[in-house]
Nanobody, 126 residues
């Protein structure tokens, strides 16, 4: 059974950076991975995704230019480098495993993922 565990969240000031990590056990190398976030009172929304080879990435409009998703298949880990953080980035961040294996297509909706981590809190505040 696949397990995902996020880490790296915390409290930072506007303009600062954080690097989130998601360690995956039980199946990783052949699946796309995604990051989503959920702010209080809001739906969980897509942030970024990466194909199983790392060759394709996709970002939400709010993440584009500030966040970078990457993966290290030798460590079964996916990362989200978050720069120039804003108060509106405050949310719980979740990593997720893609539903289909061996595809270069990355999904931007929750239905494209079938396993989730418990989340890590990111708070951006002065």
């Amino acid at each position: 059974q696949v397990q995902l565990v996020e880490s790296g969240g915390g409290l930072v000031q506007p303009g600062e950076s954080l690097r989130l990590s998601c360690a995956v056990s039980g199946g990783f190398n052949y699946y796309a991975m995604g990051w989503f976030c959920q702010a209080p009172g809001k739906e969980r929304e897509f942030v970024a995704a990466i194909s199983y080879s790392g060759g394709n990435t996709y970002y939400s409009d709010s993440a584009k230019g500030r966040f970078t998703i990457s993966r290290d298949n030798s460590k079964n880990t996916v990362y989200l480098q978050m720069n120039s953080l804003k108060p509106e980035d405050t949310a719980v961040y979740y990593c997720a495993k893609g539903r289909q294996s061996h595809t270069t297509v990355v999904q931007t909706t929750r239905g494209g993922y079938d396993a989730w981590g418990p989340g890590t809190q990111v708070t951006v505040s002065s």
